[in-house]
């Protein structure tokens, strides 16, 4: 069996097998713990948002437990008051799915659907991955901006539009220009990691988001 779409024609069923590796993961982290969601984690938000935030791939015990992205780990608990900080998210953020938390305008999904070990996706993952985002932008009518959480991230944005990853490098708060009207945008991602050793702060990552909000404000 290889990758299938859901009803909703974006997305891999739970049931995908693209990527041999990323399945005998998931089979492993069923067993291990049988209540947690432990298969592609579904994007979240409006297909009709101007605002899509493109990340790498469900933690272990964040989104791969919880089925909704950047829930449940430390990288959400930056990312979504971030979002709300800057109308595009509602409600309070409570690290799970039902926690009430609505997207505004935006819409939040990941480079890898499935949760890779050590948090590491290899490049033939990334690239089997490369249909499912190219369908997702390309269901966005609306979109305006591409919001890439680290250069995985960015490269996936630019080989799923079909773009020469050469052409634009990835860099902290660039905005890159894209021939088809779009614009990305590029962060270092908001994992632990990151912010615990200096290389993004939260005053980095509000640069990055008040520079999408005016980009999207200015929009026609």
């Not at 049931?15 to 298969?39: E, I, K, M």
């Not at 890898?112 to 985002?133: D, H, M, T, W, Y």
């Not at 680290?150 to 630019?158: K, N, P, Q, R």
Request: with cysteine; proline share 6%; charged share 20%.
């Amino acid at each position: 069996m290889t990758g299938l779409t859901t009803a909703s024609g974006i997305g891999p069923e739970p049931t995908c097998a693209l990527c041999p590796r990323l399945v005998d993961y998931r089979r492993g982290n069923r067993d291990a713990s049988p209540d947690w969601h432990n298969g592609p984690v579904a994007s979240f938000g409006s297909v009709a948002s101007q605002l899509l935030v493109v990340g790498l791939a469900p933690g272990l015990r964040g989104a791969n437990r919880t089925g909704r992205p950047f829930t449940g780990d430390f990288a959400g608990d930056l990312l979504y008051p971030t979002l709300i900080s800057f109308g595009f998210a509602a409600g309070q953020y409570g690290s799970a799915p039902d926690d009430g938390l609505e997207l505004l305008n935006c819409r939040i999904t990941n480079a890898v659907r499935c949760v890779p070990p050590a948090n590491k996706p290899i490049g033939a993952e990334v690239s089997a991955c490369r249909e499912f985002l190219s369908d997702e932008i390309a269901a966005m009518k609306g979109l305006k901006v591409l919001l890439a959480l680290g250069a995985v991230a960015h490269g996936a944005v630019l080989s799923a539009l079909g773009e020469r990853k050469a052409s634009r490098k990835f860099a902290h708060n660039a905005l890159h220009d894209l021939p088809n009207g779009l614009k990305l945008a590029d962060s270092y991602h908001c994992s632990r990691y990151n912010t615990n050793t200096g290389r993004l702060t939260d005053d980095m990552f509000h640069d990055v988001f008040s520079r999408v909000r005016a980009v999207l404000d200015d929009a026609p």
